[in-house]
């Protein structure tokens, strides 16, 4: 077998995720033989460093023997068995591990598949329990603008991407939609906290507005990723938090791509000192194995369905795979690793090599802004630097920086204009230096 056999029974087959197919016909598909750490290869033997965490998922390298082998047990165990009724060992110790780690107050795990089913969980849950608790004219949402939580029409409705919105809008509901704090609009020489604080009073004014008819807000802490990696100070949290109380909403906390070490503490939530009354998890959660995601909420909420059954109060939502032991073994292996201790503090170290390695990068003429929270570092190109003009989205120069680094053996895969990194933890410092190189020698040739 060589890349191209495979290329070709691949393309006559598989339709592929978030992928204009047609463009296969001149750019290569690279069917992966294998994978070892930040690894990946390829059947004609070329190497690629998973700068990407094969889309956010990865966090202790590919085909980690400590994972594979915690599976491994579990297959030769129990591969699945339904959770209603039933239950297992590895989901009763994965949901007691969370809460031990999870910011406070948070009680109860609630399982699903896939990122985008637990905002749906969430979602429901909170209407659901307004609903329950003599509220049922709480049937809104607050978003911000440029979020993202999801494919699903649920998850897509509390969304905010054009990109990926529009074309299914009349199918979608109508949200309240604050303009986002993220910090790449600020005034020149304003510093992140400042802008933060400011584009809060959006909130306040929605709030104040509309709290009588919200269900909750749902935010990504600290960075947004799918919009472009766009990142806010943690003071917003803190002051979210403050006002979804005030205001009797709660609060949904979208951690699926930055939970588990990626801001630099193991959610974002920690760093403005938050509970949310939903955290929901995904990618991370299994080390980027299997698909599984857990909504994590609080005493109240849980206690808001908790009646006979005949009053009607349950949340009847399932999904067939929720709680699958084979993924919740690979989460405990996940956590394990984390246990064990120094992870976070060598991610705080590895974060400082992203960002000594990336700062020259702002230099370039055509590098509107380099951002950084913790192990995530995004270099936005630029067509004018003065007059902060982008370049036209038809000229694809993300692209052209993609297939620059994968002849260099780099995986990349730009947002639009956005070149970002966002490797496994386990990535080392010269690793990061060449990464840098390439992303800037790519951005050189994208941008002549
Ligand atoms: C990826 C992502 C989702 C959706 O998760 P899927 O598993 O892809 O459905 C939701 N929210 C955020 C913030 C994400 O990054």
Not at 428 to 437: F, G, S, V
Request: with cysteine.
């Amino acid at each position: 077998m060589n890349n191209h056999a495979l290329s070709r029974r691949d393309l006559a087959t598989v339709w592929h995720p978030c992928t204009q197919m047609k463009d296969h016909e001149h750019l290569p598909m690279i069917p992966i033989r294998c994978g070892e750490g930040v690894w990946l290869e390829d059947y004609d033997g070329n190497r690629y460093l998973d700068a990407i965490s094969s889309w956010w998922v990865n966090l202790f390298g590919h085909v980690n023997p400590r994972i594979n082998a915690a599976i491994k047990r579990q297959a030769d165990r129990l591969e699945h068995v339904i959770l209603a009724g039933f239950t297992h060992e590895p989901v009763i110790e994965l949901s007691e591990r969370l809460i031990a780690v999870a910011p406070p107050r948070l009680k109860h795990c609630f399982y699903a598949d896939n990122g985008s089913s637990a905002v749906e969980v969430a979602l429901k849950m909170s209407f659901h329990y307004w609903r329950n608790s003599g509220r049922p004219e709480k049937t809104r949402f607050i978003n911000l603008s440029n979020s993202y939580h999801g494919e699903t029409l649920g998850a897509m409705s509390v969304s905010d991407l054009a990109l990926y919105r529009e074309t299914y809008r009349p199918l979608l509901w109508e949200t309240i939609t604050v303009p986002s704090p993220e910090c790449s609009q600020r005034e020149d020489g304003e510093d992140w906290e400042s802008y933060t604080r400011r584009m809060f009073a959006h909130m306040e004014t929605a709030l104040e507005r509309h709290s009588h008819e919200v269900c909750a807000v749902i935010i990504e802490p600290l960075v947004q990723c799918a919009g472009g990696m766009r990142m806010y100070d943690p003071v917003y949290l803190a002051m979210l938090r403050e006002a979804c109380d005030r205001h009797h909403v709660h609060l949904i906390a979208d951690e699926i791509a930055v939970g588990f070490g990626r801001t630099g503490t193991l959610f974002a939530c920690e760093q403005g000192g938050i509970s949310p009354d939903f955290m929901c998890l995904s990618k991370g959660l299994t080390g980027g194995y299997l698909p599984l995601s857990v909504v994590l909420t609080t005493e109240a909420v849980y206690a808001g369905f908790y009646d006979d059954y005949s009053n009607l109060r349950t949340f009847l939502h399932s999904h067939s795979y929720t709680g699958n032991p084979l993924a919740c073994a690979a989460a405990l292996a996940t956590l394990q690793i984390f246990e064990e201790g120094g992870i976070i503090e060598r991610n705080r170290a590895l974060a400082k090599v992203m960002g000594d390695e990336s700062r020259p990068l702002a230099d370039h003429p055509h590098v509107g802004e380099v951002r950084q929270t913790g192990m995530i570092v995004a270099a936005e190109m630029i067509r004018d630097k003065k007059a902060k003009a982008p370049y036209p989205w038809q000229e694809r120069r993300g692209l052209a920086v993609y297939q620059y680094a994968l002849g260099k053996g780099f995986l990349l895969r730009p947002l639009g204009n956005v070149i970002y990194f966002m490797p496994p933890y386990v990535i080392t410092p010269e690793q990061i230096q060449a990464l840098a190189r390439v992303a800037e020698a790519g951005i050189d040739r994208a941008t002549r």
